[in-house]
């Protein structure tokens, strides 16, 4: 390859990482922008492939040549800082469980099953092996209605929400499930479920969600999910009970509206400090993020956190055991920034949705 023409493949891939790093940043929330803020760990390892075969391409070094390297190093940097707090090197939000300070134990599952998936027995046969207490199933329609219902002898509490539009959802548990309220905060296709979980005789509020995406084929602009996310954050940014809050949230943790949701709401990752958990898509490898969350209050530590594979659905199931401790084992941290509130206040406003829509 001739060292000129060698020199413009290294420009262009150069300017496609930066592109990668650099478009996050753009306060639009159309979709053709948004994408990036799930593509960072692609971006990273981009760059860092870059940066090891760059010297192979370059000849005596220029000024244009270490311009180049500076700005992959830069884009490399960019990276690392938003996703070193998935890596084990960084200090966990969500502590390790200690038996000695446990009041109970739950095991929670969450499962986004594709609706079109007709495989309805992996699921059975997942939930059977691995037992979990509560389990929230998404893009349930009728006929995944009708399939669960084989777990009815073990989960007595279930709600049930099926529609085929892809945002069907059902909770079962083998806790009593209170004060059961399903909402559709943003879009009347998609429910949120808010219920009071009695485990043990110790109550914990948890919130389901699944907002729709930025993307094409569903929404333009990633406005509708980033409110319904902000809004159930305004809810809880005052609240001092055990709280829970999971789901396929089609967003990734290091996002400016999940970094602003945390922030808020006080609310603890329990990826922070132990991995990324990618979870879609399962089966293309090289397309891998985040999307399935689980989020917990103060009162919480983890006692193990699993991805399973799930036959025939695009997402990897999830299971997150849990034990609640005493209250004053852990600190109540709220990180919330004032341009966190303005921003909550503007997207808010643009689906004319407040924390007053959002049951407690």
Same mark, same amino acid.
């Given at each position: 390859m001739p060292f000129v023409e060698s020199q413009i493949y290294l420009s262009v891939i150069t300017a496609i990482v930066c592109v990668f790093a650099v478009m996050?940043?753009?306060?639009?929330?159309? =979709?053709?922008? +948004?994408?990036f803020d799930f593509v960072r760990i692609q971006g990273f390892f981009l760059a860092l492939i870059l940066l090891l075969i760059a010297p192979l391409f370059m000849g005596a070094l220029t000024a244009v040549d270490y311009a180049m390297l500076g700005i992959i190093?830069?884009? *490399?940097?960019?990276?690392?800082?938003?996703? %070193? !707090? %998935?890596?084990? =090197?960084h200090k966990k939000e969500v502590a390790e469980f200690e038996p000695n300070k446990s009041q109970t134990r739950f095991k929670l599952m969450l499962s986004n099953v594709l609706m079109k998936n007709d495989r309805y027995s992996a699921l059975l046969d997942l939930v059977k092996v691995q037992q979990p207490d509560v389990l929230v199933c998404m893009e349930t329609n009728q006929q995944w209605h009708k399939s669960l219902q084989q777990l009815s002898p073990d989960y007595p509490h279930q709600?049930?929400? @099926?529609?085929? +539009?892809? %945002?069907?959802?059902?909770?079962?548990? $083998?806790? @009593?499930l209170n004060d059961v309220q399903v909402n559709h905060l943003v879009q009347d296709f998609v429910?949120?479920?808010?219920?009071? #979980? /009695?485990? /043990?005789?110790?109550?914990?509020?948890?919130?389901? &969600?699944?907002?729709?995406?930025?993307s094409p084929s569903e929404n333009e602009e990633s406005t509708e999910r980033d409110a319904e996310l902000l809004a159930l954050a305004r809810k809880? $940014? /005052? &609240?001092?009970?055990?709280?829970? &809050?999971?789901?396929?949230?089609? /967003?990734? !943790? =290091?996002? $400016? !509206?999940?970094r602003a949701f945390k922030r808020i709401s006080g609310l603890h990752d329990v990826r922070v400090?132990?991995?990324? *958990?990618?979870?879609?898509?399962?089966? #293309?490898?090289? *397309?891998?993020? !985040?999307?399935?969350?689980?989020?917990?209050? +103060?009162?919480?530590?983890?006692? $193990? *956190?699993? +991805?399973?594979k799930l036959t025939g659905s695009d997402h990897f199931s999830v299971t997150a055991e849990l034990s609640m401790i005493t209250n004053e084992s852990l600190a109540d941290e709220r990180h919330a920034k004032e341009q966190d509130a303005s921003y909550a206040d503007d997207v808010m406003a643009e689906e004319n949705v407040s924390e007053a829509d959002v049951p407690k």
């Open positions: 996050p940043y753009i306060e639009r929330r159309f =979709w053709w922008i +948004r994408v190093l830069i884009c *490399l940097g960019i990276q690392c800082f938003y996703l %070193y !707090p %998935y890596t084990t =090197w709600i049930s929400q @099926p529609n085929e +539009r892809m %945002y069907g959802m059902h909770v079962f548990s $083998k806790f @009593p429910p949120s479920v808010h219920v009071c #979980i /009695d485990i /043990d005789g110790h109550e914990v509020l948890a919130h389901f &969600m699944h907002p729709a995406p930025p809880l $940014k /005052d &609240m001092t009970e055990p709280l829970l &809050m999971a789901g396929d949230l089609n /967003d990734v !943790p =290091w996002s $400016k !509206p999940l400090g132990r991995c990324f *958990l990618n979870t879609f898509h399962a089966s #293309i490898p090289l *397309l891998r993020w !985040p999307l399935d969350h689980v989020f917990v209050s +103060r009162h919480f530590q983890l006692v $193990k *956190l699993q +991805r399973h």
